[in-house]
């Protein structure tokens, strides 16, 4: 090899990283064996050496930042979040599961129940019922507030399967009835005393909710079709179920979301043109239909749909395609799904998770400064 | 059996004894209680018998039955050289003290013991009527005794000449199980004879009477429920002492634990072994080959019994006694000819064999072969019982009948030429319904073969390995483990062991007990746990496929993620998903029952009881009878019970009940603090002496805490290490978030290669929506699913072919460094919780005499510095914390000491006088 005097290489291209380097900061290697270049280079100065700055720049953020809605309807959302770090995506995602509020089901006062559900059992399965309300219109109850209407929701549930019916029925979720007065049931206590006033109940509604304006003509209900428990001949179940706000981070009931979470944008590269049989092998190989063949005189794999690959790796299984085919993901593009429960529109409850984000931003700027 | 309450799967097998269920366990035996022993001593071979007081020269004993001539004894034995010259020895003993006659044989054994003949004739090999079977004509005809000792010598002296003749004591087919009736029977007998015993006394006690005035009944004169108290007794101790039939034996029952449905099956397929466990000694602990398809190789107990104890296999029949008369005509049919119309010289006979039913030698036979095919057939007919077996063996030139109790057996397909004789057509009459086992059986195509029958038979694993020679193919080949062995899915991928650690933790699983365990705790069991939320296993097991086992699960479907996670996961800890539990995961209901009884005195009795309203809190949950209704929240201290006892029980008898003066008395629930149980039920009855009984069945659900032990099917146990919230959890691509983290430093020692594959099975059949099958062996048969062919379904459904998942971690968002082997596992929670664990204490109760704490968690005892912890405190150098704990916190006591005299001071109890009160000092000891 000939001896190159230093000032004789070729100039590196100022404020740009190499190929190589530039793919480990940008991408995640998705090889056979293990996925390499995963974490994240955060430190202003790591490429300094090569006359590179990698600190984060706003203006660079705002320029590059995109979301692309892929699917919206009442239940899921799926939406593109491009130029972001992967701890903000992460911090939604974080929000999103355990800290955005939610009304629920959490004090369950049985009167009666003969079904073979046991009552905790039953509590439990009430608690995880979604409730179709927005949980801005209430406040959290704190631990000596008195139930009212501003901060909780009162349902009944009064369901009996006759003994001469000889069948079975199903208790379902919507039957479920809201009480906009609050609880029906009289406090012990207060039985025996005074009955010229208003027997006190177990909870204190000053006005009715349904005289509210939100919910007027828009009564509580909860998500229909869950099955709440099974009746045979003479059981009988009658409770009354108070709902309370509250985030998922203390029971998984007031999770917002059944699930929310995200994948890196797939990148499949093909390395080497894949011609003729082995485009067909490749093409067959995969189960998710990722390539396609383009024919250009010769047949020739194209990667066709690479956002729909599941990394199931069964391209690069066998020996010698590894070097063919490389699996890639883009460590800035986000593919956010939102699964939410019923209570909130998805859209709204990402917004919501931007807004305690920013909340806790604000928070620590004010706690430092 | 469901309208009255019964639960239809329920298997039986068990005793309701004083409201326990107990099973009792099936004993395997050896021996036979009186033992004859032909022993050879210095080349001389003597006769052991306990009814002789010493060894007796068998030519003596020959002798004694009959047989003079030394030459007969050598002839019957053979002519082969070798016997004789083994014989030898004996014949010149007997010469040498000078006895060749009958007489003088019994006179010399009359010598030694009194009524030698008497011995001779009825215990002597007693199994062997003297006088012949058909012919009890002349009495004391030993010929048949003296052939049967002959044929003992001779076993004897094969054994010597050749070691591959000698018997093996641990091979099943010398072994009988001795199961309940039979145990029952003997009790019974004990109990029936002991009874006329004493009606027989206190009849001649009573006849003797020079003058009675009533006219004599024996009726009047049995005794009421000594049987029923008897067989209660021995039911419900498990003590069987049996002194007429010198039985002592202990532990025969156990009370079946109802944790899970398998646990309760396990407990009674249950083999113990009579002699004692702390034998060291590897022979009858090693698995015996011929335990194949009889018992389970895997259901054993670890520690001391182990290989000792074992369980049934799943097609096991026991055979029980059998009548010998018709069998023993049908072979004189069948041409066996009688012993005493042949020579001595024929016995041994190479051209012919030996029959031999039950240990009876009913003669010969010239075509064994042929004779043998005969019996079969005819059992296959169905004309002898379906559990006799015939069995040639030629070594020994014999052929074995067996028609008596306690012999283990299973049903094998018949084939002939080795063509199977169930077709499809059956099969397709099984599916519709058409046929049943039973029709199997009854039509010739299955029959029943004992370990012995089994060695002349040919059985193929599979009907497509069938060659020409095969006499049977196997029905099933999971079929040779047991029900607990084959609750795990794979365990032929696993090491052996660790499906042995399964078979002990699948019966502390918690699971449904039987479809009506809701009604089932009136029957006093104490603590009933059952899951409110169970699965079906996604990749089921041998037996979850055949049995109806499915209603009855025991655990739940884990979505399991093989990783590292939090340093909270070693030593086999386990990494929970908070939102998890929160749905619902890994909960138990745990059932506690508490008794209460209005006690009945002379002329009164407790009376119920109403609660005053007003008074404090801890009376809110009685109803207005006094006790606690159901559906309320119980909490410790909580009153559950009321009731009015009368002040004075004895009581006055002219004072009229309404005036007799009554207290309060109330019993309060002692559960841990903070924790919230409910009264499941109150259940009203009356007990033996016809008190009123109340009983409160308490229920707690618990939610999975952090030291609450797990394990999967494949003997992996682990606590709960932590639990983390959902956030933190790692998460798929496909927002697939694990419901638990297990270590993978669990698997390379454990080598559980059956679990991976359940997973990987699991997985599958989550994607496609079908069950994995995993049954042992099952692979060839199609019961179980191929790695091969789970992987292609997972790469159908777009997984990686070896289950390993992409994953981002939850904390910083980015993907792991590697792919994690990820799916859903079946779980089962352990019985072993902390919350019935936990235990500490600081000031506590006392023991009265000692004044030391009390010792145990359920007395709230103290906690032992011992030793060790003695030997830290010295070595970390806290001398005075040692003084603390040692003298101070311990045993200190002030006393009152006289400083003249030195004597303790003390308070006479009776004339309330202060005794050494003056110049009072106080003291310590310690």
């Known amino acids: 090899m000939p001896k190159i005097p230093l000032w004789d290489l070729p100039e590196l291209p100022k404020n740009q990283l190499p190929p190589h380097l530039y793919l480990q900061k940008t991408r995640v290697f ?70 955005l509020p939610t009304m629920a089901i959490e004090k369950v006062l049985v009167a009666n129940s003969s079904s073979v559900v046991q009552d905790e059992v039953l509590a439990q399965r009430l608690g995880l019922v979604p409730i179709k309300v927005d949980p801005r219109l209430f406040d959290y109850m704190s631990e000596n507030d008195v139930p009212n209407q501003k901060n909780s929701i009162v349902f009944k549930l009064h369901y009996k399967c ?152 069964e391209c690069i299984r066998e020996p010698g395609w590894e070097e063919k085919v490389a699996l890639r993901r883009v460590k800035d593009h986000f593919i956010f799904t939102i699964e939410s429960t019923g209570a909130l529109p998805p859209e709204v409850l990402f917004t919501e998770a931007v807004k305690i984000l920013e909340d806790k931003c604000e928070r620590v700027i004010t706690e430092l400064s | 059996m469901s309208p009255l309450g019964e639960c ?176 029952l029977s003997l009790l019974f007998e004990d109990l029936f004879k002991s009874m006329n015993d004493q009606v027989k006394f206190n009849v001649d006690k009573i ?265 049977h193919v196997e029905i099933e080949p999971f079929t040779i483990l047991g029900a607990c062995a084959g609750l795990i899915p794979f365990p032929h991928h696993n090491q052996s062991p660790r499906n042995t650690y399964q078979c002990a933790m699948g019966k502390q699983a918690m699971g449904n007990i039987a479809y009506n365990q809701s009604l089932r705790s009136t029957v006093s069991l104490n603590e009933a746990m059952s899951d409110g939320y169970l699965d079906l296993p996604f990749g089921l097991s041998s037996t979850a496929a055949t049995d109806d086992e499915n209603n009855r699960a025991a655990g739940q479907n884990a979505t399991v993620a093989v990783m590292s996670y939090s340093g909270y996961d070693i030593e086999d800890a386990i990494v929970m998903n908070k939102s998890s539990l929160d749905r619902g995961f890994g909960r138990c209901i745990v059932m506690k029952k508490i008794s209460a009884a209005y006690q009945k005195y002379d002329n009164t009795s407790d009376q119920f009881s109403s609660p005053c309203r007003s008074q404090h809190d801890q009376i809110q949950i009685l109803d207005n009878d006094g006790l606690a209704s159901p559906g309320e929240i119980i909490r410790h201290q909580d009153v559950y019970f009321q009731k009015e006892c009368p002040i004075d029980p004895k009581g006055s008898m002219k004072s009229h009940p309404s005036q007799t003066p009554y207290r309060t008395s109330k019993q309060t629930y002692k559960g841990a603090e903070g924790e919230t149980a409910v009264v499941d039920r109150v259940a009203l009855c009356s007990d033996k002496r016809n008190n009123l009984n109340v009983k409160f069945m308490i229920r707690h659900t618990r939610r999975p805490e952090v030291g609450d032990k797990f394990s999967s099917r494949h003997g992996q146990k682990g606590v709960c290490g932590t639990i983390v919230q959902q956030e933190d959890f790692p998460f798929s691509e496909r927002g697939i978030c694990p419901d638990l983290i297990m270590n993978p430093h669990g698997f390379p020692s454990r080598m559980t290669v059956g679990k991976m594959i359940e997973l990987l099975g699991s997985k599958a059949g989550v994607s496609c929506g079908r ?15 191929k790695v091969e062919d789970i992987s292609e379904t997972l790469v159908k459904h777009g997984f990686c072919y070896n289950g390993k998942d992409f994953l981002y971690s939850g904390i910083t968002g980015m993907p792991l460094q590697a792919y994690i082997f990820m799916g859903p596992i079946y779980y089962q929670k352990l019985k072993h919780m902390v919350l019935d664990k936990m235990h500490a204490r600081g000031m506590g109760p006392r023991q009265l005499i000692t004044r030391q704490p009390t010792e145990g968690r359920s007395r709230n005892g103290g906690l032992r510095v011992g030793e060790m912890e003695r030997d830290c405190l010295i070595a970390y150098g806290t001398s005075n914390l040692i003084y603390e704990r040692l003298m101070i916190s311990s045993d200190p006591f002030e006393v009152q000491v006289c400083r003249k005299c030195g004597l303790l001071g003390y308070i006479n109890y009776k004339s309330k006088t202060r005794v050494n009160f003056k110049n009072i000092s106080r003291f310590l000891l310690s």
Not at chain 1, 45 to 69: I, M
Not at chain 1, 221 to 240: A, D, M, R, Y
Not at chain 2, 43 to 72: C, H
């Open chain 2, 207 to 471: 006849l003797s009477k020079p003058s009675r005035s009533s006219r004599f009944d024996v009726s009047q004169h049995l005794l009421k429920e000594s049987i029923t108290v008897g067989l209660e007794r021995s039911l419900s101790t498990g003590n069987w002492d049996v002194s007429r039939f010198k039985m002592h034996r202990k532990g025969m029952t156990q009370i079946v634990t109802r944790l899970s449905f398998i646990g309760a099956f396990g407990s009674m397929t249950k083999i113990s072994p009579q002699f004692e466990k702390s034998r060291k000694v590897s022979g009858p602990r090693a698995l015996q080959p011929s335990q194949w398809g009889m018992l389970c190789p895997c259901d054993t107990p670890e520690g001391e019994a182990c290989g000792l104890v074992k369980n049934l296999a799943l097609m096991t029949h026991v055979t029980t006694d059998e009548e010998e008369g018709p069998i023993i005509s049908l072979c004189t049919c069948f041409g066996v000819e009688d012993l005493s119309t042949l020579s001595g010289e024929e016995l041994h006979s190479p051209s012919s064999y030996l029959i031999i039913l039950n240990g009876l030698i009913l003669g010969k036979h010239r075509r064994p072969e042929r004779f043998a095919n005969v019996m079969r057939k005819l059992r296959r007919a169905g004309k002898v019982g379906d559990f006799v077996s015939i069995y040639v063996n030629e070594k020994q030139r014999c052929v074995y009948i067996a028609s008596d109790g306690g012999r283990v057996c299973r049903p094998l397909v018949i084939a002939d030429n080795g063509v199977s004789r169930i077709k499809d057509h059956h099969m397709r009459e099984l599916k519709d319904g058409v046929r049943n086992f039973d029709s199997f059986l009854r039509e010739g195509l299955i029959e029943y073969l004992d370990v012995n029958e089994e060695n002349n038979a040919l059985i193929a694993l599979y009907e497509g390995e069938a060659t020409h020679e095969t006499t």
């Open chain 1, 30 to 99: 998705c090889n056979n064996d293990a996925p390499t270049h995963t974490e994240n280079i955060h430190y202003s100065g790591a490429y300094a050496a090569l006359g590179v700055d990698n600190s984060l720049r706003l203006d660079e953020f705002r320029k590059n930042f995109k979301v692309k809605v892929i699917k919206l309807n009442e239940e899921d959302m799926e939406f593109d979040l491009i130029g972001i770090d992967a701890s903000i995506a992460n911090a939604f995602r974080r929000i999103l599961i355990s800290e």
């Open chain 2, 771 to 785: 069950f994995h099958y995993g049954s042992a062996f099952g692979e060839p048969s199609g019961h179980a699913d």
């Open chain 1, 162 to 313: 006759d003994r001469g019916s000889g069948e079975r029925r199903t208790v379902y979720s919507h039957d479920l009835k809201w009480l906009p007065f609050g609880s029906e049931y009289v406090l012990p206590t207060e039985s025996s005393s005074d009955s010229t006033s208003k027997p006190k109940t177990y909870t204190s509604f000053t006005s009715s909710q349904d005289s509210l304006p939100e919910f007027a003509n828009n009564p509580i209900t909860v998500t229909p079709g869950i099955i709440i428990s099974k009746l045979g001949p003479g059981q009988e179940i009658e409770l009354e179920a108070h709902a309370v706000k509250g985030v998922g981070k203390t029971h998984a009931k007031w999770s917002p979301v059944a699930t929310s979470w995200y994948r890196m944008l797939p990148e499949v590269i093909l390395l080497q043109d894949i011609e003729d049989d082995d485009a067909h092998k490749l093409v067959k190989k995969c189960p998710v239909n990722v390539f396609d063949i383009e024919d250009v005189g010769r047949e020739r794999a194209t990667v066709a749909r690479p956002r729909s690959c599941t990394l199931c790796r």
């Open chain 2, 8 to 183: 239809p799967l329920d298997p039986g097998g068990y005793f309701v004894v004083k409201g326990n269920e107990k099973a009792s366990v099936m004993s395997s035996t050896e021996m036979t209680k009186s033992k004859t022993i032909i022993r050879m001593e210095k080349e001389k071979v003597y006769l052991v018998l306990n009814a002789f007081t010493s060894k007796v020269p068998i030519m003596l004993v020959m002798k004694a039955m009959g047989m003079e001539t030394d030459q007969e004894v050598v002839q019957m034995l053979g002519r082969d050289p070798q016997y004789a010259t083994l014989l030898l020895p004996s014949i010149e003993d007997c010469a040498s003290i000078g006895i060749y006659t009958q007489l003088q044989a019994l006179e010399f054994l009359e010598k030694k013991d009194e009524g030698a003949l008497g011995v001779l004739r009825d215990i002597f090999i007693p199994n062997i009527r003297v006088g012949g079977i058909k012919s009890p004509v002349r009495e004391n005809n030993f010929h048949l005794k003296c052939v049967y000792v002959v044929v003992m010598l001779r076993r004897m002296m094969d054994a010597i000449l050749n070691k591959d003749a000698m018997d093996d004591k641990d091979y099943i087919g010398n072994k009988r199980l001795e199961l309940s009736g039979q145990l």
